[in-house]
């Protein structure tokens, strides 16, 4: 059994202007012990999912589907239950680590807070555990550096302090959402290699939730691609860095500006802009900005499925890159959930 | 060479902080730039990289007058921009415009596309005729990739690549011959990123402008720059021409900035990781290191870099460091 099963799991914002299905219907589980990364470009849905999982969405998001972890349905649990879970076995390190942390409790608080309350543990205990767990992220001094202030730290410090938090209670699964964005370039280098250790060497699993492929190559060993809500590509690292078969993935890949590149190659950007999720063109929703689109786009794309699990949702051959040529019956109407009807085509392409 | 448009000479920009209270009142000096020297030609790209703090978006707007130097001159054809007074520089200011990071903050989410466009304008020809500056506007649009019939919508009403667009029209709008590109695709999706640096590197090519293009990251001044300068705590590490740079990094600073940017390959990230070396966070601001500023966090240091400030030299080709041991370092990509 994986760790945790996400079945059919869609999640709907009302808003002024409508209903809005940010995520649409998604299946994924993630194993034991490994690292899952979602990738998306903004809008994809990629961190919506993982606030419907841990039952975080806003006011105005409501989320259908299911998520077994260890054989419990998270979706269904009161936020007593949920608590219970939230940072003691399921934990998270948000993309700010400007904001996520309180600026008026010392670090010391804010660590040992975790662990007085998920394991019963006396202060100093608590206290000692927390510092065990700076110096685990390479935090110099931490006896000393642990009764400072947030402030104190910088960026990539306190993202640090962040990942120490996250593992006090010894999770089964980690989920970071993008944890290296809001720091610099030579910093992140350094996050991310610490994220990939602290993974390895514990049986922990994670899933990595970032735009950032570098990082996904670095760490990840399974990749799910999101394009405006759904999954479009899923394979083992090696599958999607090397073989992408949708178009989407390829564009993506390419558009990344390399160190390791020629200095003539040009910079290949995916035309066009993100679809509006409250008027997704009808079809394929990465059509209108698809190099390889054909006539058959119009309609929904097959999800296709290998034997090794690797998927593509596109009209081309995951093997040969022809175009199939039947295509697949549409997907099933999912029954209990509001779906969504796709518009008309939106009229506004950008060249 | 042409004679250079924009000559930046020995520029510094402190910002004092007070701290304390009232009894215990103390000043502290950030030196934020701390005397940057180079010249721009017609035509031509310099980008400035560096990790926050560096200074790189203090010195680009100290450049534009948007921040008063404590020292150094802006010579723009010919004329110092410091010395100016605040009528005289803004009437200069039609010649030289910016494109801001964040493409969405930087528009007035109540005036239209159009408005947004046509705004400067209004500003420095008052008398132009609406419908010449209406089809002024269109054009624009049309320029930078946006199509004209959406000439009223909101800000909202695009994405954040089409905001970036627009705030490229606007800077375009008046016809400069310099524009300083502050981190303009950090904010934006990857795919979209590429859209805009091409899109930026097509418009000077066409328009003959020269550009300044800040970034945090060399891989993306790499597609567009004709040369780049690296900063580090307020001061220029190296400035070396585009090939020179991403062949033999001169600087340290530099060679650590070019590892530490990942490669999107399982492979190489694995083989990477074994070579990146640069550690630790960049000293306070408020007490750089003496001698050498990245000193603390270099690998080749010795004992001179301590003590010795090293000065932005030039090499025997032409290219500037600013390091006691360029000449022994072999950083060879």
Known sequence: ?351 | MSKPVLRVQDLAVNFINQTGGIFRRRERVLRAVNGISFDLHASETLGIVGESGSGKSTLARAILGLIKPSRGRVMWRGDNLTELDEEALRQKRKEFQIVFQDPIASLDPRMTAGDIISEPLWTFYPNMATVQVEERARGMMKMVGLLPNQINRYPHEFSGGQCQRIGIARALVLNPRLVICDEPVSALDVSIQAQIINLLKDLQKKLGLSLIFVAHDLSIVKHISDRVMVMYMGSAMELSTREALYQKPLHPYTSALMKSVAIPDPKLAAAARQDSWLTGDMPSPYDPPKGCVFHTRCPYMVKRCEADVPALRHMEDGNRVACHRAEELDLAI
């Open chain 1, 1 to 351: 059994m994986a760790l945790l099963e996400v079945r059919d799991l869609t999640v709907t914002f009302d808003t002024q202007e409508g209903k809005v299905c940010a995520v649409d219907g998604l299946d994924f589980n993630v194993e034991t012990g490994e690292t899952l990364a979602i990738v998306g470009e903004s809008g994809a849905g990629k961190s919506q999912l993982m606030m419907a999982i841990m039952g975080l969405l806003a006011e105005n998001g409501s989320a259908s589907g299911s998520a077994m972890f260890k054989g419990r349905d998270l979706m269904s649990m009161t936020p007593k239950e949920l608590n219970r879970i939230r940072g003691a076995e399921i934990a998270m390190i948000f993309q700010d680590p400007m904001t996520s942390l309180n600026p008026y409790l010392t670090i010391e608080k804010q660590m040992t807070e975790v662990v007085v309350h998920h394991q019963g543990l006396r202060r100093d205990e608590a206290r000692a555990h927390a510092v065990e767990m700076l110096r685990a992220v390479r935090i110099p001094d931490p006896e000393e550096r642990i009764k400072q202030y947030p402030h104190e730290y910088s960026g990539g410090m306190r993202q640090r302090v962040m990942i120490a938090m996250g593992l006090l209670c010894a999770p089964d699964l980690l989920i970071a959402d993008e944890p290296s964005t809001a720091l610099d370039v030579t910093v992140q280098a350094q996050i991310t290699q610490l994220i990939g250790e602290l993974g390895e060497k514990s049986n922990m699993s994670m899933i990595l939730i970032t735009h950032d492929l570098a990082a996904v190559a670095e760490i990840a060993s399974r990749v799910i691609v999101m394009y405006a809500g759904e999954v479009v590509e899923t394979g083992t690292v090696n599958d999607i860095f090397y073989r992408p078969c949708h178009p989407y993935t390829q564009g993506l890949l390419a558009s990344v500006p390399r160190m390791d590149s020629s200095l003539d190659d040009p910079l290949r950007a995916i035309p066009g802009n993100p679809p509006n999720l409250q008027d997704l063109p009808a079809g394929c929703r990465f059509r209108d900005r698809c190099v390889k689109a054909v006539d058959a786009c119009r309609s929904r794309p097959p999800v296709q499925v290998q034997d090794d699990g690797r998927t593509s949702r596109c009209f081309l051959d995951m093997m040969t890159g022809e175009v199939l040529e039947v295509p697949v019956s549409e997907e099933p109407e999912r029954s209990g959930t509001e779906v969504l009807e796709p518009q008309a085509p939106a009229s506004e392409t950008v060249k």
